[in-house]
DNA sequence: CCAACATCTGAATTACTGTTCAGATATTAA
DNA sequence: TTAATATCTGAACAGTAATTCAGATGTTGG
């Protein structure tokens, strides 16, 4: 994991009166606590959560760049990945059971794609962003 | 990440409808490699996956929701979301080093920002990808 | 100076996640 | 039917990440 040169380069010490701490912390949290929108629920937040966990996987964002080009079945895709068949299967099935993909039968191989448009635009819209230029 | 070690040597095997598995998966590559573009090179796999990652997780969801609002320090930002300020404090840095948010030294607060506009809008694109209807 | 406060840090614990392995199920050809 | 193929599954393992804890650093007021 990176660390940061521990910057710590303030010079500023006026005495910072006009913004929130101005009560000790733990005492104070009605008055702290009306300033804003409460934050994103809990709820919500975990479902944010899951929903990019789930595409922050390397090997489960290859794939689902090959899925946004064409169908596949799961042995040539964990020919594309470079990954085993087994390993590819338990994502597929991660990724099935959160409707990011679905899946089609036909004879012995199982067909994946990508779930809808919707899922399709969100990963071209990861895609562009890391695209960006002067990031 | 290993290759994938299992031999297939077999015949065509039609059931009438030709797609990609024609052949044993190893010999055809070729014709299934018919992939008008390469997956997602590992490399920047590695590196959406990484900043996904980073989304990917509720507390830091919340406290990058509550800095999308406002700049806030860390002792209210604990409180907000209700968890200790050692924990925010470790959730910042993080979000520090890979320059989600910003932070600027006043008297003995830090207050923290959200580091662009760039990240204020991919966080907005998260929050309304999951606000759709009928998901 | 000292005491209270705000934040940060490293280490340890815990929890989670992805892969591998061994084998199960299902389909098809011979 | 059996053998080969394709996929799936559960359990164990390994690597990673988040939280807690104890304490360190830096800041302000008395």
Redesign the pocket.
């Known amino acids: 994991?990176p660390?940061?040169p521990?910057e710590?380069t303030?010079e500023?010490?006026?005495?910072?009166?006009d913004l929130c701490?101005d009560?000790?912390?733990?005492g104070s949290a009605a008055s702290t606590q009306q300033l804003q929108q409460a934050p994103l629920s809990s709820e919500k937040a975990q479902r944010m959560a899951e929903f990019l966990?789930?595409l922050?996987?390397p090997?489960?964002l290859r794939i689902l760049s090959i899925l946004a080009e064409q169908e596949m079945?799961?042995?040539?895709l964990?020919m594309a990945v470079g990954?085993?068949?087994?390993?590819?299967?338990?994502?597929?099935?991660?990724l099935r059971t959160i409707r990011l993909v679905s899946?089609r039968?036909?004879?012995?191989?199982?067909?994946y794609r990508l779930q809808d448009d919707h899922v399709f635009n969100f990963y071209q819209a990861v895609v562009e962003h890391l695209d960006e230029p002067a990031k």
Chains 1, 2 share one sequence.
Do not use: W, Y
């Open positions: 994991m660390d940061l521990t710590r303030s500023i010490s006026d005495d910072g009166e701490c009560l000790p912390h733990n966990g789930f922050a996987d090997n489960r079945c799961v042995g040539d964990a990954m085993n068949e087994s390993a590819v299967s338990h994502q597929l099935r991660t899946s039968k036909q004879g012995r191989h199982v067909f």
